[in-house]
């Protein structure tokens, strides 16, 4: 995993968007004053990819958020496995925590969580980087507190770490696969074994060379039935095509003597019709001449009602004059009265303008008197929010401001007792010290006292010279009392750096209490002047909020004053308005009274002028006195013509009928005479058609020609009906010879199915002989597929056994090759294994750098999954790394921390591993001499040709002036920013 850019915003002492890029970074340092946030930016990277930090875990992370904020807000962009990933988290105060995680295709940023959520981002951040939360911690991200737990921890938490940085369980699950496909393959075979036992017993090269025979014989016999069938269907056919003959010669001798008694039938039909057609044809002279008398009067008739409309008009023209005559007196009136209605009207809307115009001087009067009050209303009700806002923003201020007090205090008291801490710490880290001390100074002189004491305590006679590495022949003589003294010393020695270690671990941890105390305080502080930033002290504040109240009270009173004039007002203004709505009210309707009158008084004189009008085009411009006296006489004239016409046209309305229905009894006579000739000719065509198909026959009789129609239509009718009976006797005779020749092919079918049954079997019937050769060939056929079949689904069967057999073979070799397999990668087996030898190799790969920046004291050896310091100064004495001072802890850890970041994607399988490409130190460095710090820098340098990111945060100004380039975290009032820095 290598980091490109980090994000955060209102996580702990970050309140605004701070950004880091990582892409120009390789080695490098942050620095900052104690309680800035430099160990916060280690902890927005763990809770950007995992959702919790080192210190915390997952629990009260709401407690992270910066004050002030409702949520904290981190963004880490960074590359894994090739791909580039950026994952994102919202932390709120309350409630619980969001995430996502997205990938760069080129072009845009895709979401790759499937189903969303912070479980399925989780899930997807521990695929793609290949490290749980706690190896990230031991392995990348090397916080507070945690940096040597890689180094002296307990042996199964570091297996468990490598097992993750190394892909290792993926060993263990192809064991636990070979293991399933194992059993899985066994018991396929034990199926397989089964099925061939209960299933294939029969399917052997023997039981196929027998069914194979039995084939041969059913064809045999089955091509001989076919023959039989062949030679039967021949017989068939004859005696089928006799039958047939027979059948049909019958059947033509039926129809021409049917034929012949239909003709019959027609003979006395032809003579009534042509009776019924002459009475109907003199009958239809008779009535049109009736017809014809009728229509002379009806034109008569109608000629003088056409004169008598072409002089006074038709009899509608009439009524519609007659009509507007008799109107003429009322519309007069009408016009007279409507004239004096619009007068009075018209001096009925001067009254009502003169009421409207005072009434509208009133309602302006009270409505500019209300506008006034309104005006006064809103200033001083803008002005009582503005003094109870005021007022409300002050109070709110003062319990800010007391909570912000008390937290000050508390923050203090904290910062107070983890000073008294750290200071303890210091007093018993410096006694241990000067302990150590003493104890080194002593053991240093009884080492000069007596040299050969101190080089050979511990050694028997063959151990190899400390001097000259030969065996030693005999002990030197040593003074006892020195060599028990100088042994004491050792113990005391040894002591005493173990107590001075424990002693500056405590005043280590103290401090970095008192540094998150300090910071704690530093923002109680700066929320309390951002409280106050406005008033003098706390009680400026207080003082300012009661005369606030004051302010508002008053302002309450004047508003509620001012309220109750403008609602006076409003009452009057309403009065007013209404008052003022009502006379426009009267003075339009007296206007829409006007409008009425008028319209009524022009449709009056429209209607009169229009009478006239009709009048005049018929009387000229003069219309007489007795003008509706003229009109009344001409429609009772017009009246009785018309009423002579319409009788004349009823007449020769019933004079039509009749010589209608003459003319179709006519016409029915004359189709019954058409349907009878239709119909002959339709029985001359039978007769024919059944002519030609006697002809078309196999072998038709001789007959006479069909005769000619006659002039008479009953005389053909009989001629026609005697040629039908003698045909008919002909084809009848016919047919009966056919039958004996059906009779004849029966009994030669008859004979040849009975060769094939069996003895004994009784003889068919002609028209089942043929049926029993089929059954016989078809059941012959039967045999012979079926014989062939079961020879075909028994060589299948033989091949199948034959597969069968095979893959029980091949399962077996590949069970015992994963039963080997699933031995050799067992979890205490193959993966103990790596795992021992993971850590030799780091042991030797960190002693390299160790061995170095220790000045040639110290390397690490591995065994029983245990680190051991090796001390080349004593003797190359081994000892558990438990007992190393707090800088020697420090120096072994970075060199492990180092070794690992540099060499675990070598030492994992292809792809399975790990790849870590950054590492983050966060203490530590404090506790080095200046060489060592010299030599722990070159190791750090050494790196830069690995492309490994190395992020450090330090205290020390000789690592900042060393390193050169890193970021500063700076504190700006009550936030913090992160800036570059260029030594």
């Known amino acids: 995993m290598r980091p490109r850019r980090l994000e955060i915003e209102g996580f702990t002492a970050f309140r605004t968007k701070q950004e880091i890029d990582f892409t120009q970074l390789d080695l490098f340092v942050i620095t900052g004053p104690t309680g800035a946030g430099k160990t916060s930016l280690l902890d927005a990277m763990a ?50 925590q969001s995430a996502r995680i997205e990938r760069f295709d080129g072009e845009r940023w895709v979401d790759i969580a499937e189903r969303g959520g912070v479980r399925a981002v989780n899930e997807a951040v521990l695929e793609r980087v290949k490290l749980d939360f ?73 039981t196929l060379t027998v069914a194979e025979a039995e084939v041969v014989t059913a064809a045999a016999a089955a091509e001989l039935v076919a023959k039989r069938l062949d030679e039967g ?17 019958a059947g033509f001798a039926t129809r021409l ?119 006064d209303e809103t200033r001083l009700r803008e002005a009582a929010e503005t003094l109870s806002a005021e007022r409300a923003g002050l109070v709110r201020l003062a319990q800010d401001a007391e909570k912000a007090a008390a937290t000050v205090v508390r923050a203090q008291a904290t910062v107070d007792g983890a000073a008294a801490s750290a200071a303890a710490a210091d007093v018993v880290a410096e006694a241990a010290a000067l302990t150590l001390a003493d104890a080194e100074e002593t053991l240093a002189t009884l080492h000069r006292v007596h040299t050969v004491a101190g080089l050979v305590v511990g050694l028997a006679v063959g151990d190899p010279c400390p001097v000259c590495e030969r065996p030693l022949a005999s002990h030197p003589p040593v003074d006892d009392d020195v060599a028990e003294r100088l042994a004491a010393a050792d113990a005391s020695c040894a002591t005493a750096c173990a107590a001075a270690g424990l002693a500056r671990e405590e005043r280590s941890g103290a401090r970095g209490q008192l540094e998150l105390a300090e910071g704690r305080l530093t923002d109680a502080r700066a929320a309390l002047a951002e409280v106050l930033s406005e008033h003098a002290d706390r009680a400026g504040l207080e003082a300012a909020a009661a005369e606030s109240t004051v302010r508002a009270e008053a302002a309450g009173s004047a508003l ?17 308005n209404v008052a003022l709505e009502a006379a426009k009210n009267h003075l339009e309707a007296a206007r829409g009274d006007q409008v009425t009158r008028r319209q009524l008084r022009t449709t009056a004189l429209d209607e009169r002028d229009s009478v006239d009008a009709l009048l005049r085009s018929r009387f000229g411009e003069t219309i007489p006195g007795d003008v509706l006296d003229q009109l009344t006489a001409a429609r009772a004239e017009l009246v009785v013509a018309e009423t002579a016409a319409e009788e004349a046209r009823s007449s020769a309305d019933v004079a039509r009928g009749r010589q209608r229905e ?40 001789a007959l006479a020609r069909i005769p000619e129609p006659a002039p008479a239509r009953d005389e053909w009718a009989s001629a026609l009906a005697g040629w039908c009976d003698v045909a008919s006797a002909a084809l009848a005779s016919a047919g009966a010879g056919s039958s004996e020749a059906a009779e004849r092919a029966g009994a030669a079918l008859v004979v040849l199915a009975s060769a094939g049954a069996p003895a004994g079997a009784p003889v068919p019937a002609a028209a089942d002989a043929l049926a029993a050769l089929v059954r016989d060939e078809r059941a012959a056929s039967e045999l012979h597929v079926q014989a062939r079949t079961a020879a075909k689904h028994l060589e299948q069967r033989v091949q199948q056994r034959a597969q069968l057999e095979a893959e029980v073979a091949a399962d ?33 790969r960190a002693s390299e750098e160790l061995h170095r920046i220790s000045d040639g004291r110290y390397s690490l050896v591995s065994a029983d999954a245990q680190f051991s310091v090796v001390d ?112």
């Open 47 to 96: 809770l950007a990819l995992y959702g919790q930090v080192p210190r915390m875990g997952k629990q009260g992370l709401g407690q992270l958020v910066s004050h002030g904020s409702a949520e904290a807000r981190v963004l880490l962009e960074f590359e894994s496995g090739g791909e580039r990933l950026q994952v994102a988290r919202r932390q709120p105060r309350r409630g619980a």
């Open 134 to 206: 706690d190896s990230f911690c031991k392995a990348v991200v090397l916080p507070q507190g945690e940096f040597a737990r890689f180094l002296k921890g307990d042996a199964a938490e570091r297996r468990t770490t490598l097992v993750t940085l190394l892909g290792l369980n993926a060993y263990e699950q192809m064991a636990k696969l070979a293991r399933g496909r194992a059993r899985e393959l066994v018991v396929r075979g034990d199926q397989t074994r089964t099925i061939l036992a209960e299933q294939y017993a029969d399917a052997t090269a023997e």
């Open 233 to 249: 269907r021949a017989h068939e056919r004859a005696r089928v095509e006799a039958v047939s003959d027979a059948a049909t010669a």
């Open 257 to 375: 003597r049917v034929l012949g008694e239909d003709l019959g039938a027609e003979v006395a039909r032809c003579r009534a019709a042509e009776a019924s057609a002459a009475g109907a044809a003199v009958a239809r002279g008779r009535e049109g001449e009736a017809v014809t008398a009728v229509l002379a009067l009806l034109a008569s008739a109608d000629a003088a009602v056409t004169a008598l409309r072409e002089r006074a008009g038709t009899r509608e023209a009439l009524g519609r004059l007659i009509h507007a005559a008799e109107r003429r007196p009322s519309l007069d009136e009408r016009v007279t009265e409507a004239e004096r209605g619009v007068a009075a009207v018209a001096a009925r809307i001067v009254e009502l303008s003169a009421a409207l115009e005072k009434t509208t001087s009133d309602a302006a009067a009270a409505t500019q008197a209300v506008s006034v009050a309104a005006a």
């Open 560 to 576: 509620t004053a001012v309220t109750t004039t403008l609602t006076r007002l409003r009452g009057a203004e309403g009065t007013a």
């Open 662 to 701: 003459a003319d179709e009894a006519h016409a029915q006579a004359e189709k019954a005479l058409n349907a009878i000739d239709l119909h002959l000719g339709t029985l001359r065509t039978r007769v024919e058609t059944t002519l030609d198909e006697v002809h078309r026959g196999t072998s038709p009789p």
């Open 812 to 844: 077996s070799e590949l069970i015992a090759v994963l039963e080997v397999l699933a031995r050799e990668l067992r979890a205490d087996h193959f993966i103990d294994f790596v795992v021992q030898e993971t850590l030799d190799i780091l042991a030797l």
């Open 872 to 983: 080349h100064v004593n003797a190359d004495e081994q000892r558990s790394v438990r007992t190393l001072s707090g800088g020697e802890t420090f120096m072994a850890s970075l060199s492990l921390a180092l070794a690992l970041s540099k060499h675990v994607s070598e030492l994992a399988g292809e792809g399975l591993g790990a790849r870590l490409e950054a590492v983050f130190i966060d203490e530590g460095f404090g506790t080095l001499d200046p060489e060592t710090l010299s030599e722990v820098i070159d190791a750090l340098e050494r790196l830069r040709e690995d492309e490994l990111i190395i992020g450090v945060i330090s205290h020390v100004p000789a690592l900042a002036e060393r390193i050169g380039v890193g970021l500063e975290v700076r504190k700006e009032g009550n936030r913090s920013v992160i800036v570059e820095a260029t030594q």
